[in-house]
């Protein structure tokens, strides 16, 4: 079974640019997240969708990240613009559901530099 | 708010036991979970326990909760230099939402 993938691996922008991530679950799972993982952190949580609908997106800077997965499957993460302090790995993660105890599958991360 | 608390760092010989801790504050936490994170990857799902549990064993890893004291730790026999890594401890709770802390740093020297 393929895991999730994320695109692209790398990315360095000069602050204030634009960028998006783009992500592919794990096939049938319909839960996606979108976590911040700043160097030296642990992961947090920027939002999570229910097939292609927006469970929570308390912890989503709104003025500068957007997210939409339209489809209920692929999702994107936009941030517009950028600023320094985004420099971090941006994990999206799947899951068969939302409910409790639903383990949550990690793609490779994308590493987001921004000069 | 709620929040999840790790040592930073721990150092152990190859073929020695290492004990990883942990603490939650989210008392209606009903999964604990442990995650791997070796360099330049995501993380991988070691193991996790439910709340009404005290100890899971699965082969080389002993989780042990003691939910008075929302304490977990990860128990990880005969340590070998493969298992070098961050370990991430996370609470669960309603919704699928996963509150991480900020990973143990696990050094095995030869």
């Known amino acids: 079974e393929a895991g999730v993938a994320q695109s692209p691996r790398y990315k360095i922008i000069e602050k204030r640019q634009s960028v998006a991530f783009w992500c592919n679950p794990i096939s049938g799972h319909a839960t996606l997240y979108w976590y911040q993982q700043i160097l030296g952190q642990g992961p947090k949580l920027l939002i999570q969708f229910q097939n292609n609908g927006v469970v929570d997106d308390s912890q989503l800077p709104k003025d500068r990240f957007s997210a939409e997965r339209l489809k209920g499957v692929d999702s994107t993460l936009k941030i517009q613009p950028a600023k320094l302090e985004d420099s971090a790995v941006y994990l999206c993660a799947s899951s068969l559901e939302a409910g409790v105890g639903e383990t949550q599958y990690f793609g490779p991360g994308t590493r987001l530099l921004v000069l | 708010g709620e929040d999840v608390e790790q040592s930073l760092f721990l150092s152990v010989r190859e073929g020695d036991s290492s004990v990883i801790n942990c603490t939650y504050t989210?008392?209606?936490?009903?999964?604990l979970y442990w995650y791997k994170q070796e360099p330049g990857a995501g993380l991988q799902l070691l193991t996790y326990i439910f709340s009404n549990m005290d100890m899971k064993q699965d082969q080389r890893l002993t989780v042990l909760l003691n939910k008075k004291d929302k304490h977990l730790s990860l128990r990880i026999a005969d340590t070998q230099t493969g298992d070098s890594a961050i370990y991430f401890c996370a609470s669960g709770g309603g919704g699928g939402k996963l509150i991480f802390g900020q990973g143990t740093e696990l050094s095995v020297k030869p």
């Open positions: 989210d008392s209606s936490s009903t999964y």
